[in-house]
């Protein structure tokens, strides 16, 4: 199972980044899909999340109106697309690949993961 990110970098505040998640190993179109991120001294927290129709997503309150999840089961690539950083979104990013899209939405260990990304939002 391999889950690899990419997409991060430096943006100032208000701008944009797009984070891809390309996965390989296993069948992409059975599993919910996610994203967490991890600031220096923070505790993991979950994002986004999607549902294995994609019919169902999760923001965290503080991304809500700004991020949006999506993903191409045909590419087997999740996104999440960043609008309006704010200097508190600087963190790693991870991607994540489970069965139960309700640990994902609870912030609970979720399967496979990924490497992070870092995005840098500067003020």
């Known amino acids: 199972v391999q889950l690899q990110a990419s997409g991060g970098g430096l943006v100032q505040s208000g701008g944009s980044l797009r984070l891809s998640c390309a996965a390989s190993?296993?069948?992409?179109?059975?599993?919910?899909v996610g994203w967490f991120r991890q600031a220096p001294g923070k505790e993991r927290e979950g994002v986004s999340c999607?549902?294995?129709?994609?019919?169902?997503?999760y923001y965290a309150d503080s991304v809500k109106g700004r991020f949006t999840i999506s993903r191409d089961n045909a590419k087997s690539t999740v996104y999440l697309q960043m609008n309006s950083l704010k200097p508190e979104d600087t963190a790693v990013y991870y991607c994540?690949?489970?069965?139960?899209?309700?640990?994902?939405?609870?912030?609970?260990?979720?399967?496979?993961w990924g490497q992070g990304t870092q995005v840098t939002v500067s003020s």
């Open positions: 994540a690949a489970g069965t139960y899209y309700t640990r994902c939405v609870r912030g609970l260990d979720f399967g496979s």
């Open positions: 190993g296993f069948t992409f179109d059975d599993h919910a």
């Open positions: 999607m549902s294995i129709s994609g019919g169902s997503t």
